[in-house]
């Protein structure tokens, strides 16, 4: 669905831009103004009107115009300003109309007399920039961004982006004007992983697709994307290893589909796709249960040697592999090898949900051997929160190891315990955080077993008072998961995942002092046209204040 593209901008205001120059007569409206007296799109916003909510606001002075002559100034030798001016003339190119010109600074205008134009700048030296935090000011006939890392100033750029009028989301021309709010943002987030998992098992999702959904997550500075490659409806990942994987395990999916899967060059493309946004891609290969699509594709992986029929349910924990063979363990290191030489991220996710036809004892063997092949590879282990108590931890000279709950109510001992160890913690709830959750009982798409989750439900929570015994200090991050059981398409994650994805960004970055769902709701209702001029496909819920 596409929205009319929004009004043309003011004749006296485009002379204005045209001529090059900046700064129109009119003040920006202070920062809180409602959505009711806000200003049309097309004119200025407000400098808080940014999802996830920044850090510090403070609002000052004149809005910035930008024009065709605007230059795009990047530190001079920097990689990471270069690719996130890149980032921002792209993203800026199709409505404008502009093809900014990029051109070297040596910073040496910024302070008091900043350079006219948008100033990409790298400063590793201030500590209070951290990994991601950025600082945005916008005054006179300047825009400066400022960060420590790459990843700090694309977040910058994404700010940028949602202080220019919807418009500017459009993929044609639109007249403008281009204004961004006069100010200062300084910005960090809360915490360092904030993660999207996509099920591409129970139903495939193309390369173009998970692309596209990746455009969706960093314009809310989402870092993670987590992608469920397998599952006993289907194996998504090329292992030339064990090529029957793909060759057979791949051709399945829910209700009986072609399936499909990722070629290793596939993959790749999505990975740096993802990292080119600022998101680093987890790879998750689920063991040892949901692996019927495994078990179909070598038999030797099945403790009878029988392969079993490709399964198109939706029946979950009936399967596992065969935890007392050695081929298991050949197998898993193979898999886990082929994808850590694919993935630049830190971790591998290895799954180890619902494994119900495993004993106990059978279950804590195979992660035993399961995680030292994880490290092995050099990289992290992550997995659902049933594997976390088998997880030595650094305190008792163990690896760092990472667990994700969803299982909603009071954690077992065990994983509190696995968390005073050191291992780290990942909070997707499922009855906030999973957004395959129907919104409404009548609602055609997704599932309820974890109860309905309206907008203001995946809102409103806190990561480290959700659980007891899960505090702030062992909690890594927030995941908003959407399985894939019910969604056939990228349509129906969308129709799942906005307006709710947003509010888990925003839990996972702005400070929880700042959390309110009154003023939240109002800065995502400014989100609707964002989505319809990108063709993002939202659910207009009852419970936010859409305007027409
Ligand atoms: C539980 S959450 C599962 C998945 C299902 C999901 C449906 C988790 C670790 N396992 O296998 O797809 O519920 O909501």
Redesign the pocket.
């Known amino acids: 669905m596409r929205a009319p593209t929004t009004r043309a901008g003011r004749g006296a205001l485009a002379a204005l831009l045209l001529a090059g120059l900046a700064a129109p007569a009119a003040a920006a409206p202070a920062t809180g103004a409602t959505a009711s007296s806000r200003p049309p799109s097309g004119a200025v916003g407000s400098l808080s009107d940014v999802i996830p909510l920044p850090a510090s606001v403070e609002p000052s002075g004149r809005p910035v115009v930008l024009g065709p002559g605007t230059v795009v100034r990047v530190q001079s030798g920097s990689d990471a300003a270069a690719a996130a001016a890149e980032e921002l003339v792209e993203l800026l190119g199709p409505a404008t109309g502009y093809r900014l010109p990029v051109v070297p600074t040596d910073g040496a205008g910024t302070g008091a007399r900043p350079l006219a134009g948008i100033s990409l700048l790298v400063d590793e030296e201030d500590p209070a920039l951290g990994d991601e935090g950025y600082v945005l000011e916008a005054s006179g006939r300047s825009v400066v961004l400022r960060a420590g890392t790459r990843e700090g100033l694309l977040h910058a750029v994404q700010t940028l982006r949602q202080l220019l009028p919807a418009a500017v989301e459009a993929d044609e021309v639109q007249p403008g004007p281009w204004l961004v709010p006069g100010g200062r943002i300084e910005d960090s987030p809360r915490f360092a992983y904030r993660g999207a998992m996509l099920?591409v098992a129970?139903h495939f999702m193309t390369v173009e697709e998970v692309k596209t959904y990746v455009d969706s997550l960093a314009a809310y500075k989402i870092n993670h994307l987590h992608l469920h490659l397998s599952?006993d409806q289907g194996w998504r990942i090329e292992i030339k290893s064990w090529p029957r994987l793909t060759e057979l395990g791949s051709t399945t999916e829910v209700g009986g589909g072609p399936g499909g899967f990722y070629t290793q060059e596939d993959y790749a493309e999505i990975v740096a796709h993802a990292s080119a946004r600022g998101v680093v891609v987890v790879p998750e290969i689920?063991m040892p249960g949901?692996t019927n699509a495994a078990l179909h594709s070598y038999p030797e992986l099945n403790c009878d040697g029988v392969a079993p029929p490709p399964y198109t349910g939706?029946e979950?924990g009936f399967s596992t592999l065969c935890v007392e063979e050695e081929v298991t363990y050949e197998f898993v290191g193979d898999v886990l090898r082929e994808l850590a030489a694919l993935t630049p991220g830190q971790y591998l996710h290895v799954?180890g949900?619902?494994a119900h036809v495993t004993t106990e004892e059978q279950y804590a063997q195979f992660m035993c051997r399961v995680l030292p092949l994880v490290e092995a590879t050099g990289k992290t282990a992550v997995g659902?929160q049933e594997y976390l108590p088998l997880a030595p931890g650094p305190a008792e000279g163990g690896p760092l190891a990472v667990g994700?709950y969803?299982i909603p109510g009071t954690p077992e001992e065990g994983m509190v315990e696995s968390l005073a160890r050191g291992n780290r913690v990942i909070m997707s709830p499922?009855d906030h955080a999973?957004l395959?959750?129907k919104y409404t009982a009548d609602f055609p798409l997704g599932?309820a077993?974890?109860g309905l989750t309206g907008v203001e439900d995946s809102f409103a929570w806190d990561p480290a008072t959700y659980a007891p015994g899960i505090g702030e200090d062992v909690v890594l991050g927030v995941e908003a998961?959407i399985?894939?059981?019910t969604l056939e398409d990228l349509d129906d994650v969308e129709t799942m995942a906005f307006p709710r994805m947003p509010g888990i960004a925003e839990i996972g970055w702005s400070p929880q002092e700042t959390h309110d769902w009154a003023t939240y709701r109002e800065r995502l209702a400014l989100q609707g046209p964002r989505w319809e001029l990108r063709g993002v496909d939202y659910f207009r819920s009852p419970e936010v204040p859409w305007q027409e």
């Open positions: 099920d129970r599952d689920d949901h939706i979950v799954g949900d619902e659902w994700q969803w499922a999973y395959d959750m599932l077993w974890a998961p399985w894939t059981e």
